[in-house]
């Protein structure tokens, strides 16, 4: 039976959820840099309301898709705000989960969307109650942990700058965020430091994080990639934009974001 | 589908960018005069004249809005087909409304000629479901494909997001022959070619033509995003939704015939590929990256493109022998 889908392109969420059962995991996805709430993850979305339940493992959670649009965001503080919020809706059965007690939160996040969840999971203080004994897993896809010179342009965009003799801002100057993605800028080390000191030291939970590398992913820059503490990462063959899309291939579809679902406990 | 979640999918695609651009189009073309007065045929001649195939007669530049605005409101109408294909909308929640617009919209027969001479096929086989006569023969619409609700929603989500991106904009107002940089002598297209042919010429207003390579690059990453989720059963479809951009993009006029290769017109993704001014850049770039003791490879950046384009002549391959004959023909 395929799964009820909530779809609200304005305000920029979709909502998964199992049809014959209340299930208490609910998996978020924050999409990156200049991606929509849907089509960065490709056909998940379809797959998952049609598939999930055909699934020992996909059947035990609900997913919900959230975004923003990328020229308003200002901080990674903001992403993590987005999904805090959309977590505390969650657990105070809000609609749309007003069927739902959910105990287990999951979330997947790539490229930029990466560092708003590790602000999150930093940022103590933000994060409602219970949110950090829920967290099971955070896997993180493309994670620009370094930033980039040349971030957020994506494709050929990347050296278009460095054409025009301008380094780094291709940009309309409505993408702020834009300067929080180039290496060794404040926020980023900000960033940083702020999650060793809460690994180190911190009292509530970080959570286990696990990275998804792209060997091709030269937005990101593979090759120079310098990881953080405590991550647990695996490396796959494909480039960053490539490395969250679901292609479509019916009851057979694959993708990496797929076999990290099925991995979650 | 509850009514609340109806409600939120048919306002957003009700009141979408696309409804907005295309308010102009409302107010010129979909007002219809007193049925059999002096006015109504005065106004079927005009359209008939606004609304003409440019490959006929050059459109002028006040005409140029009136339809771009006609080509937004059509927009709201290739959505819906969409969404009712997809069943992402049942069809018997808006079937009236859908009747009264279309039936509006298209009174006129210099508008029903427009759907013939652009291929809004789409539109073509939302009146058959509607129940619109536009004066076409028998027209198959296509099967609803249940249970792609959520593709719909994926490509709906990242088609927004090209109201919102001033590079690609911006290239696609180069496709579409606005002029931004040069006159009615040197246009744009012109400049650009050159400019892309060219490894170290200088040209005046470099970092605008820099944004249509990044423009480019965008229009194509788009595309591929939408064919890399689609099933070869969707691709035609969702595929006319885009034709027009892809014909331009890869030099394909449109004619009395179809879609057909012009070889006077330029394979813009061809250009790039071949252009010495890019490979000339990325090379410097890669030198400088060098210097910085970096091990990025900005080369590699043109073949993800190369990858990517590769995606997007496969949709358009798919998309153009799905229709290779036109099925709107009019009685």
């Known amino acids: ?265 | 589908m509850s009514e609340s979640e109806l409600k939120a999918r048919i306002d957003f695609l009700k009141h979408g960018r696309w409804s907005e651009r295309g308010q102009l189009a409302w107010e010129v073309i979909g007002k219809r005069p007193a049925a059999g007065s002096r006015s109504e045929v005065k106004s079927q001649r005009e359209l008939k004249t606004l609304l003409r195939a440019h490959w006929k007669d050059a459109i002028y530049e006040s005409e140029g809005k009136i339809r771009d605005s006609f080509d937004e409101a059509l927009t709201l109408y290739q959505l819906y087909e969409l969404a009712i294909e997809t069943g992402y909308l049942p069809l018997d929640e808006v079937r009236q409304s859908i009747h009264g617009e279309l039936s509006q919209l298209l009174w006129s027969e210099g508008a029903r000629r427009y759907l013939k001479y652009y291929s809004y096929t789409s539109v073509a086989f939302l009146a058959k479901r509607v129940g619109v006569d536009l004066g076409f023969k028998e027209i198959t619409v296509p099967r609803v494909r249940n249970q792609t609700e959520g593709r719909f929603a994926s490509f709906l989500s990242q088609h927004v997001l090209w109201y919102s991106d001033d590079i690609l904009d911006g290239w696609l107002g180069f496709l579409d022959d606005y002029l931004v940089i040069g006159d009615l002598n040197d246009a744009d297209k012109e400049i650009f070619e050159s400019f892309l042919n060219s490894s170290t010429k200088k040209f005046e207003e470099e970092a605008a033509l820099w944004d249509f390579v990044a423009g480019a690059d965008r229009l194509i990453t788009r595309l591929a995003e939408v064919a890399d989720m689609l099933s070869d059963d969707d691709k035609p479809y969702y595929g006319m939704f885009y034709a027009y951009w892809m014909a331009k993009m890869y030099g394909y006029d449109l004619g009395d015939e179809g879609f057909l290769r012009d070889k006077e017109q330029v394979d813009w993704s061809e250009q790039l590929v071949r252009s010495k001014r890019i490979r000339h850049q990325l090379n410097r770039a890669s030198e400088e990256l060098k210097k910085n003791k970096s091990n990025e490879v900005p080369e590699n950046l043109l073949d993800l493109f190369v990858a990517k384009d590769k995606i997007v002549r496969n949709f358009w391959d798919v998309t153009r022998k799905q229709f290779e004959t036109d099925p709107i023909q009019f009685r």
């Open chain 1, 1 to 265: 039976m395929a799964r009820e889908f909530f779809d609200r392109q304005k305000e920029h969420w979709a909502y998964v959820r199992r049809r014959d059962l209340a299930n208490e995991g609910l998996v978020i996805f924050v999409h990156g840099f200049r991606g929509s709430y849907l089509s960065t993850w490709g056909e998940l979305a379809n797959y998952l309301t049609e598939h999930a339940d055909s699934d020992l493992n996909l059947a035990k959670w609900d997913y919900l898709f959230v975004g923003y649009e990328t020229y308003s965001i200002g901080t990674f503080m903001a992403i993590a705000q987005i999904i805090a919020s959309q977590w505390e809706k969650a657990a105070k059965q809000d609609p749309p989960f007003e069927r739902n007690a959910y105990k287990d939160l999951a979330i997947f996040a790539h490229s930029l969307g990466t560092l708003g969840v590790r602000q999150l999971l930093c940022a103590i203080s933000l994060q409602p109650q219970g949110m950090a004994d829920a967290l099971r897993k955070a896997v993180l896809f493309g994670s620009p942990l370094n930033g980039s010179h040349l971030a957020g342009l994506g494709g050929l965009g990347r050296f278009v700058d460095f054409a025009k003799g301008k380094p780094a801002s291709l940009m309309p100057g409505s993408f702020r965020i834009l300067d929080a993605l180039k290496p060794e800028n404040p926020e980023l080390e900000m960033l940083h430091v702020w999650s060793k000191t809460i690994r180190t030291h911190g009292k509530g939970k970080f959570g286990p994080t696990r990275i998804i590398l792209g060997a091709d992913d030269h937005v990101v820059g593979r090759s120079t990639m310098v990881s953080w503490e405590d991550n647990s990462e695996c490396t796959t063959s494909m480039d960053h934009r490539a490395m969250v899309k679901v292609a479509n291939a019916g009851a057979n579809t694959q993708g990496a974001v797929i076999d990290e679902l099925r991995a979650l406990r």
